[in-house]
């Protein structure tokens, strides 16, 4: 069974923040890589951000780098993001999801079904 819950999402003004939380229901949790994706109109669903099961490893989207965070919480299965300093292009739908490791989850080679998602708009 495997089921994501993202939340947080909303409008912000540019270079303000917000804090999307996932709550995944799945098994491998503890050992997965997992990570936030995002998919603005009209293009293609990209990664964002990734740590690996431990948290010791994280990757970044370049455009990201330096202005977003993530985290995780294997004791209640939950990975955060935390934006700052956020821009109209950051505007998006926000996923979650896991993958075995951390370069499998950035090229989505073997992740799990996707959630509803969480809608981030960043406008003045």
């Known amino acids: 069974q495997f089921e994501l819950v993202e939340s947080g999402g909303g409008l912000v003004q540019p270079g303000g923040s917000l804090r999307l939380t996932c709550v995944m229901s799945?098994?491998?949790?503890?050992?997965?890589?997992v990570g936030w994706f995002r998919q603005a109109p009209g293009k293609e669903r990209e990664f964002v951000a990734g740590?690996?099961?431990?948290?010791?490893?994280?990757w970044y989207e370049e455009s990201v780098q330096g202005r977003f965070r993530i985290s995780r919480d294997n004791a209640r299965n939950t990975v955060d993001l935390q934006m700052t300093n956020l821009k109209p292009e950051d505007t998006a739908v926000y996923y979650c999801?896991?993958?075995?490791?951390?370069?499998?989850?950035?090229?989505?080679?073997?992740?799990?079904?996707w959630g509803q998602g969480t809608q981030v708009t960043v406008s003045s």
């Open positions: 799945r098994g491998t949790f503890r050992r997965d890589a």
């Open positions: 740590t690996s099961w431990n948290g010791g490893i994280s």
């Open positions: 999801n896991a993958d075995v490791e951390l370069r499998a989850l950035k090229y989505q080679m073997s992740v799990g079904p």
